[in-house]
């Protein structure tokens, strides 16, 4: 296509947009944020010796929102987002003249002289949020919200991102740090104050271009549609003040993660994927300056494999998590203007040691939590238990310092050799598998400090230092390309700067 033709229909398309606009829109609002990071990391893996790690570059993350009121009660909501490093476009220096034309070389091959990340395609704009929210539909306590939307219940233990605060799509920053979080779902919202209730369902992944597919590669019954990943909750909300004359929320719920992705190919011995959450999380206040949580959460369901094991076998889901914590504000005339805090959290999931037909590993379903930085970009939220120290203060009125320590270790001792494939990690460590460890529990200690200063309203500097140092159950491993265990200790430094508008 032309780039003449291409920008007459871009005007069309804007003067189409400029007049719709002007008979229905009955207010527009234009806002976002622009967030840039240098990010330096090193030793991930745990063991510099055998495979060093280390990496460093700067980041950009751009959102641009525009949400319009309609008429009837009718609002839209569009929201885009880039996510990039600084310098992946295509170098022309990196192109190569061959007789076929320009070569860039394989963006696979990191050891080629021309390789680049133009394939990335970290220059585009993603549709980030795109719903429709209709209130008072066909009467007034219901709400109805659909399209692309964030979706986040609690404190997201189990609702918070499509594919976990671990993981992401986007591979042009670092996974654990993109802001990529929204569904694909219908949100129906009835307000019966003081309890809320949320139905939802979500299509969280499409594994066939549906109406090609099953027309050129001749599957029948729809076997491929049969294979998507779907999500169902119902998430009660009640606001404890307003019906017990305790300030607090009490959160009751139930969601249910269907995939059946590749199970049409095994013979019918073999269950469904699926995975049912049930819970309470109960939040509020204890005394004057004293806010606690605590929630509980159950799993059951079934698997197609034994998940220890990886073999054939057919398993049961057993799994559950508890999570509680307690702030409190210290409040004084000497500090009243410093707002100190100190904080505990406790987070125990749990985990699988043998091939028993039982899944008890955690699953960690969508969650959004990072209970410490280099340990949310190391390993899932799984298998493990941890606790957490909390604390912060606000030396002048635009600063704030923050600590956040933590330890952590295995929920269940390892046994037979001591394999948890549980306890596995992203890129740039792919598994912690810990064999002949003698049966150490100790995974390790973490440590975040942050420093933020709001240079104005609308910026916000930052600067984070965070390290985790590996313990008994890592040092004392013996694997493949780490006979002598994970040693090393990881680390990262990020300054960022924020700007709102």
Request: charged share 20%.
């Amino acid at each position: 296509m032309s780039k003449r033709l291409i920008i007459i229909l871009a005007v069309a398309f804007m003067l189409g947009l400029s007049l719709a606009a002007y008979a229905e829109v009955q207010n527009v609002k234009v806002s976002g944020d622009i967030l840039m990071r240098a990010i330096s990391r090193s030793d991930l893996t745990l063991n510099p010796d055998v495979n060093k790690y280390k990496a460093s570059g700067i980041t950009s993350q751009v959102r641009v929102r525009v949400d319009a009121d309609l008429t009837d009660n009718v609002s839209t909501t569009i929201r885009l987002l880039n996510e990039r490093s600084w310098g992946d476009q295509l170098n022309p220096m990196d192109a190569v003249l061959t007789d076929e034309g320009v070569d860039v070389g394989d963006p696979w091959d990191i050891s080629s002289p021309y390789a680049d990340s133009s394939w990335l395609g970290s220059e585009d704009f993603e549709i980030d949020l795109a719903y429709v929210t209709l209130k008072e539909f066909l009467y007034s306590p219901l709400t109805l919200t659909i399209g692309r939307q964030e979706l986040r219940f609690g404190n997201a233990l189990i609702i918070g991102d499509v594919d976990t605060n671990m993981l992401s799509n986007s591979f042009a920053i670092p996974l654990d740090l993109s802001l990529k979080k929204s569904f694909d779902a219908i949100r129906a919202t009835l307000d019966y104050t003081p309890w809320v209730l949320d139905l939802v369902y979500s299509k969280i992944a499409e594994h066939d271009v549906w109406w090609a597919t099953n027309l050129y590669n001749n599957r029948p019954h729809g076997e491929m549609e049969r294979n998507d990943t779907d999500l169902y909750g119902i998430n009660a909300s009640l606001d404890t003040k307003n019906a017990l004359g305790i300030e607090g929320k009490l959160d009751l719920y139930y969601w249910l993660r269907r995939n059946l992705y590749g199970n049409s190919m095994w013979d019918g011995n073999y269950k469904k994927d699926e995975c049912n959450t049930i819970g309470a999380l109960l939040t509020g206040k204890i005394l004057k300056n004293l806010t606690g949580n605590i929630e509980y959460a159950w799993q059951f369901g079934y698997v197609p494999y034994d998940i220890t094991y990886m073999n054939d076998d057919n398993a049961k889901r057993q799994a559950f998590a508890i999570q509680g914590g307690l702030n409190y504000m210290i409040q004084s005339e000497k500090y009243k203007d410093k707002s100190p805090m100190v904080g505990i959290k406790y987070t125990y999931l749990s985990a699988d040691n043998k091939a028993d037909g039982k899944a008890t590993m955690w699953d960690p379903m969508f969650e959004d939590q990072t209970p410490n930085n280099l340990v949310n970009a190391m390993f899932p939220n799984t298998g493990t238990q941890n606790i957490n120290i909390l604390g912060s203060i606000k030396p002048t009125e635009d600063t704030t310092l923050a600590i956040n320590y933590g330890y952590y270790w295995l929920s269940k001792k390892p046994k037979d050799n001591g394999v948890i494939p549980a306890i596995y990690g992203s890129s740039p460590s792919s598994e912690w598998t810990l064999w002949n460890n003698d049966g150490k529990r100790a995974l390790g200690s973490a440590l975040d400090l942050t420093a933020t200063y709001d240079y104005t309203e609308d910026v916000q500097f930052g600067l984070t230092f965070g390290m985790f140092a590996p313990g008994k159950a890592l040092k004392d491993a013996e694997y493949g390309s780490h006979p002598d265990g994970y040693e090393g200790t990881a680390t990262q430094l990020i300054g960022s700067m924020k700007v709102t508008f």
